[in-house]
C-alpha cells in the first residue's frame, strides 16, 4: 500500500511540474509578445482597416472619414499605372536578386582561397560597407554619378569607350536610372549573402571535394554538383530575404531618381509613397501596403516550403 501511494503521489505531481513548466515559458515569452503585438500585429491592423476607408489629408486635421469597402481595391486594380509599377517591381526585383545572390556566392567561394590575414580584411570591409546607412550610401552615390563632377562619368570618359559622359545625367535616362540603382543595391547586399555564403562553406566536409578531384572532375564540375546542393537551403534563405528586401526598396530608387524620369523608375514601394504622402490619399496607400504584403507572404510561403522541402531531402 505504502509503494503504491508512493508511486500514485511520484506520478500526481509530474503532471503539475509540467504544467508549471509551461506557465513559466509563457510568462517568459509573455513581455515578447507585447512587444510584437504593440509594434507589429497592431499596425498592420490600422494599415488593413484604413485601406477600406477614404483616409487622405482632411482626415489628418479633422478626424473624419468614410469606410469605402473595396472601393480603393477596385480603384488600384483598374489603374493601369498600378500594373506597370507591379511589372518594374517584380522585373527588378528579379535582376537585383539575381545579381546580389551569383555575386555574393562567388564573393564567399574567392573567400575560401583567400589566406587568413586577407579574408579578415575582407571580412571587415564587407562588414562595414553592410553597416553604412541605406540613406547615406545612397546620397554618395547619387553624387558619384551626378553629370559635371561624378566621380563615374570622369572614370567612363577616360576609358574613352563611351564618348564624352562628363554631362550625363543617370537619373533622367530610364536604363542608366535602373542601372545606377541596380548597382548600388547589389552593393549593399552582398557582403551579407557573402559572409552568409562563407559560414556555410566552412561547415562543408572537404574530402567531398577531394573524391570528386580524384574521380577526375573538374572545378566547375566540383561545385556544381557538390558544393551547390550542399548550400541549396542557405541559398534559399538569402534569396528569400533578398526578395523582402529588394521587393520593398525604397530609399535608393526615391534619393536617386524619385521614380523618374515620367515614373519610369516608381515600383509598388514608391508608387505607395507618392499616394499616400504626396498625394495625401492615406487609404489608398494603405491598400496598395496590404496587396504588396499578400504577394510578399505568398512568396514566402513558397520559399519557405522549398527550404523545408530540401531540408528534409538533406
Known amino acids: 500500500m505504502t509503494i503504491r501511494s508512493t508511486a500514485g503521489g511520484r506520478g500526481s505531481s509530474r503532471p503539475s511540474l509540467h504544467r508549471r513548466r509551461e506557465r513559466a515559458v509563457w510568462w517568459l515569452l509573455a513581455p515578447a509578445g507585447l512587444v510584437m503585438l504593440t509594434v507589429a500585429v497592431a499596425p498592420i491592423a490600422f494599415l488593413i482597416y484604413t485601406s477600406f476607408t477614404d483616409y487622405n489629408q482632411r482626415s489628418l486635421f479633422t478626424g473624419a ?22 511589372v518594374r517591381s517584380v522585373v527588378f526585383t528579379a535582376a537585383m536578386v539575381a545579381g546580389s545572390v551569383a555575386a555574393g ?94 559560414a556555410a562553406l566552412t561547415q562543408m566536409p572537404l574530402e567531398l571535394h577531394e573524391a570528386a578531384r580524384l574521380d577526375g572532375a573538374s572545378e566547375w564540375r566540383v561545385w556544381w554538383a557538390i558544393t551547390v546542393p550542399f548550400l541549396r537551403p542557405t541559398l534559399l534563405l538569402v534569396t528569400l530575404m533578398s526578395v523582402i528586401w529588394d521587393f520593398n526598396i525604397f530609399n535608393q530608387i526615391w534619393l536617386v531618381s524619385a521614380g523618374g524620369p515620367d515614373s519610369a523608375t516608381t ?17 489608398r496607400g494603405a491598400a496598395l501596403s496590404v496587396i504588396t504584403t499578400a504577394l510578399l507572404v505568398t512568396l514566402t510561403a513558397f520559399y519557405i516550403r522549398s527550404l523545408l522541402r530540401s531540408g528534409e531531402d538533406l
Not at 572614370?155 to 540603382?181: C, K, R, S, V
Not at 515600383?267 to 498625394?279: I, N
Open 65 to 86: 472619414y468614410n469606410a469605402v469597402g473595396l472601393q480603393q481595391y477596385t480603384r488600384l486594380l483598374s489603374d493601369s499605372e498600378f500594373w506597370f509599377a507591379l
Open 105 to 198: 556566392a562567388a564573393v564567399a567561394q574567392l573567400m575560401t582561397r583567400l589566406a587568413t590575414g586577407m579574408r579578415t580584411v575582407v571580412t571587415v570591409v564587407m562588414v562595414l560597407a553592410w553597416a553604412m546607412p541605406t540613406v547615406a550610401s545612397s546620397l554618395v552615390w547619387k553624387w558619384l554619378f551626378q553629370p559635371g563632377y561624378g566621380v563615374v562619368n570622369w572614370l567612363l570618359e577616360q576609358t574613352g569607350l563611351f564618348g564624352d559622359m562628363t554631362n550625363t545625367d543617370w537619373a533622367h535616362d530610364p536604363h542608366l536610372a535602373y542601372t545606377a540603382i541596380w548597382l548600388l543595391v547589389v552593393w549593399q547586399a552582398v557582403p551579407f549573402i557573402a559572409l552568409t555564403l562563407y
Open 267 to 283: 515600383t509598388l514601394g514608391v508608387f505607395a509613397y507618392k499616394a499616400a504622402f504626396v498625394g495625401f490619399e492615406i487609404g
